[in-house]
Nanobody, 123 residues
Framework: QVQLVESGGGLVQAGDSLRLSCAAS????????MGWFRQAPGKEREFVAA????????YYADSVKGRFTVSRDNAMDVVYLQMSSLEAEDTAVYYC????????????????WGQGTQVTVSS
């Protein structure tokens, strides 16, 4: 069973940067994709970014392209989300997830989830 633990959330001002981390543990951890999703109050969970664990290919939601960067450390089983130029609209609980593929951007296709970390951006 895979366990995912996020860290790095917090309260920042608009325009600031923040980096989230997600550490994975479990036997034979080798997902197809590791991704980040977020959920704001009253809204559905939405895709943010993901990385193919084997190839390193990256996927981004249009709303974060050019501002967020997803990366991975295969040796440490850690995935990161570097967030820059943060906006009030980025305020949400951010979740790390892993999935067997091939779907990448669909929350229902992910099989393991972290507990979430709150990111609050004040304007």
């Amino acid at each position: 069973q895979v366990q995912l633990v996020e860290s790095g959330g917090g309260l920042v001002q608009a325009g600031d940067s923040l980096r989230l981390s997600c550490a994975a543990s479990g036997r034979s951890f080798s997902p197809y994709v590791m991704g980040w999703f977020r959920q704001a109050p009253g809204k559905e969970r939405e895709f943010v970014a993901a990385v193919n664990w084997r190839t390193g290919y990256k996927y981004y939601a249009d709303s974060v392209k050019g501002r967020f960067t997803v990366s991975r450390d295969n040796a440490m089983d850690v995935v990161y989300l570097q967030m820059s130029s943060l906006e009030a609209e980025d305020t949400a609980v951010y979740y790390c997830a892993s999935g067997p593929g091939p779907a990448v951007e669909v929350p229902g296709a992910m099989t393991s989830w972290g507990q979430g970390t709150q990111v609050t951006v004040s304007s």
